[in-house]
């Protein structure tokens, strides 16, 4: 049965909203503005195999390695 209503909101947006209002009500609790004005994203780097072509090997130019996503 928790499933089901799960599956219901998270169609809907219902689990959505709850996460947003939540998020404004923390951040207005602890004296920030309700709406985050900057966003970090990070990403993970796998060190690849020397068994893999150097054609097919991406660079991270960040970390100064070679990973495994081909880019």
Not at 23 to 29: E, G, I, L, M, S
């Amino acid at each position: 049965m928790v499933f089901w209503d799960y599956a219901k909101w998270e169609a809907d947006g219902t689990t959505q909203q709850v996460h947003d209002l939540l998020r404004d009500k923390t951040r207005q609790a602890q004296g920030r503005n309700p709406q985050p004005t900057v966003a970090v994203i990070d990403a993970q780097s796998v060190k690849t195999s020397t068994n893999v072509a150097e054609t097919s090997q991406g660079v991270d130019a960040g970390k100064k390695i070679k990973d495994a996503s081909g880019t």
